[in-house]
T-cell receptor, first 112, second 114 residues
Framework: GQQVMQIPQYQHVQEGEDFTTYCNSS?????IQWYKQRPGGHPVFLIQ?????EVKKQKRLTFQFGEAKKNSSLHITATQTTDVGTYFC????????????FGKGTHLIIQP | DAGVIQSPRHEVTEMGQEVTLRCKPI?????LFWYRQTMMRGLELLIY????????DSGMPEDRFSAKMPNASFSTLKIQPSEPRDSAVYFC????????????FGEGSRLTVL
């Protein structure tokens, strides 16, 4: 079945440093979504990428979708304590909801 | 909009007891999903419904798990009998029109089975 690998599993950064998480799918994706889950919270949708090579920005967050539509990345510039949490990618291959597979997430820990 | 509402937020029970988790999706959303989250396995899709009809329950671990959606505004996930390995956070999520679109998650039900 489809697999979505996400690395790193944990990332410790000093406040103000940049952060990047990477997502790789074993199959070509129709779209990829990114979610953020604060400690003790629930996943909250951040963005969806659909087009090959697409790049989207939300303030300090930059999202990229690979040309082959099998990988994606999320980059945060100048991290702040409010960025703490787990960032998940979710790749959809089309068809039913069983085609939506979540990565295991990257836990971002920020040291002030 | 109140968002997806789940209850209970926390449940502690003993092995062998029946557990019922409840979910109210966002009004007008046609799809409802049940996910289980653990550190080891991450977010796993258990089952999803389209217009109250179960479409895919291949993620349901075993016969001890069952889910129903009697109407558009209510769904239950039942575990009977519960086992310690069922301890996890169970999330309900809904989406309006497409399974490939944005998921709106509830705050989750944290289940501990002793």
């Amino acid at each position: 079945g489809q697999q979505v690998m996400q690395i790193p599993q944990y990332q410790h950064v000093q406040e103000g440093e940049d952060f990047t998480t990477y997502c790789n799918s074993s199959t070509t994706l129709s779209n990829i979504q990114w979610y953020k889950q604060r400690p003790g919270g629930h996943p909250v949708f951040l963005i969806q990428l659909v087009k090959s090579g697409e790049v989207k920005k939300q303030k300090r967050l930059t999202f990229q979708f690979g040309e082959a539509k099998k990988n994606s990345s999320l980059h945060i510039t100048a991290t702040q304590t409010t960025d703490v949490g787990t960032y998940f990618c979710a790749g959809w291959t089309g068809g039913g909801a069983d085609g939506l597979t979540f990565g295991k997430g990257t836990h971002l820990i920020i040291q002030p | 909009d109140a968002g997806v509402i789940q209850s209970p937020r926390h449940e502690v029970t003993e092995m062998g007891q029946e557990v019922t988790l409840r979910c109210k999706p966002i009004s007008g959303h046609d799809y409802l999903f049940w996910y289980r989250q653990t550190m080891m396995r991450g977010l796993e899709l258990l089952i999803y419904f389209n217009n109250n009809v179960p479409i895919d329950d291949s993620g349901m671990p075993e016969d001890r798990f069952s889910a129903k959606m009697p109407n558009a505004s209510f769904s239950t996930l039942k575990i009977q009998p519960s086992e310690p390995r069922d301890s996890a956070v169970y999330f309900c999520a809904s989406t309006p029109t497409s399974v490939g679109g944005e998921l709106f998650f509830g705050e989750g039900s944290r289940l501990t089975v002793l």
